[in-house]
């Protein structure tokens, strides 16, 4: 239904990578110095893009644009249609629609993405393009590019992206600081969550010294929703469950959105992403869950942790990937089936974390 369990699989969920070598970010250097002049660069996110993919992918996109690389797309697999929030966003004049991507582009960059799965039909450019290189943070990343930025330690894929723009001898502007900053307060909740580090915020304040405005940002792409949203939160928050005794005692907390919640409130489907920080804020449930329909019999996970389960773990066994404390995958199924399958693999001894 969901997929199995994959010894493989989950230990690609552990953190084993380390920072990226010199002679990774050496080769990263020269694949984008040594390019042609007309040289055509395709920029790709996961997805269901998120503020880190998108703002990564196109942060850098203004950066390589700045270098005089002319010929260069941007773009996302799926339905080309962005969440109302980003649409302010710098940079949205790289986006193309898949359908219109480089069939062959000279260099593919990858943005966010953990594994091939998350690249939808996009995932042909890999073999056709000259050279791929894949800039990421999730410890579960597949190193499936050939030239890999991927640091497990990094809060957000825009921590690697300001690196290498730093090489790269590419100075920020406010273009390229708010889609940077957009990506780091999406991944770090704002700067709420442990990742966020001096580090962080030393990146946070050279972002801000361009002149952008955080408050008008964080307005416009976490606190803004439109009354059906507000209606529709209200509807699927009233059924959320909540199960004490799931993930070995460490309780879990769900609740499942359908379409025709979202049909009855006249809203799109992204407006349900920010729906988990509303279900996770419960205190009883160290997990929480969110099943999104996506079409009949197929549902979006997300999963969060408090910081006492490696929901990682979780969303490999059953297709999908991310995070430790924040993970998800497709399941096919009816609702009921899906969330048993959710509590199994809950239920697994190994998923506990220490430290938390
Ligand atoms: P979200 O719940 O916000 O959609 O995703 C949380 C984390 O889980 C992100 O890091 C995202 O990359 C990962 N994730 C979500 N859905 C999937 C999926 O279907 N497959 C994989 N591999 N990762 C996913
Ligand atoms: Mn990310």
Redesign the pocket.
């Given at each position: 239904m969901t997929g199995g369990t994959n010894g493989a699989l989950l230990a690609e969920a552990q953190p084993t990578a380390e920072q990226p070598t010199e002679a990774e970010w050496a080769a990263a250097v020269a694949a984008l110095t040594r390019l042609p002049a007309d040289g055509r660069v395709l920029l790709i996110c996961?997805v269901?893009p998120?503020g880190d993919a998108l703002g990564s992918m196109l942060g850098f996109g203004l950066g390589l644009r700045r270098l005089g690389v002319r010929q260069l797309q941007a773009t996302f697999p799926g339905r080309p249609e962005l969440p109302e929030p980003f649409r302010a966003m710098p940079g949205l004049d790289l986006l193309v629609p898949a359908t219109e991507a480089y069939p062959d582009p000279d260099l593919v960059i990858c943005f966010?993405v953990?594994?091939v799965?998350?690249l939808g039909a996009l995932v042909d450019r890999l073999d056709r393009a000259g050279a791929a290189l894949v800039l990421d943070h999730?410890a579960s990343n597949t190193r499936f590019g050939g030239i890999h930025l991927v640091d497990p330690h990094a809060a957000a894929t825009s921590v690697v992206v300001e690196k290498l723009l730093t090489r790269l001898g590419v100075p920020l502007d406010q273009e390229i600081a708010e889609c940077l900053y957009i990506a780091l307060a999406t991944d770090t909740g704002s700067f709420r969550f442990d990742m966020t580090t001096p580090a962080v915020h030393e990146m946070a304040a050279r972002l801000l010294a361009t002149g952008i405005r955080p408050g008008e940002i964080s307005r416009r792409i976490f606190d803004s929703r439109p009354f059906g949203a507000v209606r529709l939160y209200g509807d699927v928050l009233g059924r959320t469950q909540l199960e004490p005794a799931a993930a070995g005692g460490r309780g879990l907390v769900w609740t499942y959105a359908t379409l025709e919640d979202l049909a009855r409130h006249g809203q799109r489907p992204y407006t349900l992403?920010p729906l988990?920080d509303s279900v996770r804020c419960t205190v009883e449930a160290d997990v929480s869950c969110v099943l999104k329909q996506v079409a009949e019999g197929e549902w979006?996970v997300?999963?969060r942790s408090k910081g006492a389960t490696d929901v990682s773990r979780v969303?490999v066994a059953l297709g999908?990937?991310?995070?430790r404390l924040?993970?998800?995958?497709?399941a096919y199924g009816a609702v009921g089936d899906v969330a048993e399958a959710i509590r199994a693999e809950l239920s697994r001894p190994g998923l506990e974390l220490s430290g938390s």
């Open positions: 996961h269901n998120d966010d953990a594994a799965s998350r999730h992403e988990i979006a997300s999963m969303a999908g990937g991310g995070h924040a993970a998800g995958f497709t």
